[in-house]
């Protein structure tokens, strides 16, 4: 049965992620240090040969993915939007303080879309591309917490938080399930305890 491998990239910086703000699934652009990062991870991204190039429809996740695109001489196919990132409701925009813990509880934010209700829809569309580019190569530009809650939940352990333009390398096979390889550029070792 074949063997479907996956480039799982967080769009670039934007503003909001510099000043450590809540983004979820509000639009804010790159900045010009987001752009740079999609930019070098070309160079990493080169070393493999790609299939296909899919992002979340989010404008940072969107103009990552083309410029990323670009400098591998591919196009993106389409916007999935079921690669949105995970909607924090009233908390998005905010910083670390009192206002941000005033909406929090267990499992994330009030009114937020639940973490186990992000990781099912990024999981199933992560499956849904498995099946559909069945045995070829896949770049996905996303964004990071809903790389890291489907990433979870498709390995079966925690894993932390995912950074900008960097490359995680996972492969899913129909029998066997999800593998990760790499996360934040480092080789995954098999021998490391869940």
Not at 3 to 31: E, Y
Not at 128 to 142: N, Q, T, Y
């Amino acid at each position: 049965m074949p063997l479907t491998t996956f480039a799982l990239v967080r769009h670039g910086q934007t503003d909001w992620n510099a000043a450590r703000r809540l983004q979820g699934s509000t639009d804010i652009p790159l900045n010009d240090v987001g752009r740079g990062q999609a930019r070098d991870a070309v160079g990493v991204l080169s070393a493999y040969e790609w299939d296909v190039v899919v992002s979340s429809p989010l404008s940072r996740a969107a103009e990552t993915a083309g410029l990323i695109a670009a400098g591998l001489g591919l196009n993106v196919e389409r916007l999935v939007p079921e690669l949105t990132e995970r909607s924090f409701g009233p908390a998005e925009g905010l910083q670390a303080g009192p206002e941000l813990e005033a909406l929090r509880v267990p499992g994330g934010f009030r009114g937020a879309e639940s973490e186990d209700e992000a990781a099912s829809r990024g999981l199933a569309a992560l499956e849904a591309l498995a099946e559909e580019f069945s045995g070829r190569r896949v770049l996905v530009v996303a964004h990071g917490t809903l790389l890291r809650v489907s990433l979870s939940r498709a390995i079966g352990r925690a894993l932390p938080s995912i950074d900008n333009a960097v490359l995680n390398l996972a492969s899913h096979h129909p029998v066997d399930g999800w593998q990760l390889e790499f996360l934040n550029g480092e080789r995954v070792m098999d021998a490391v305890p869940s």
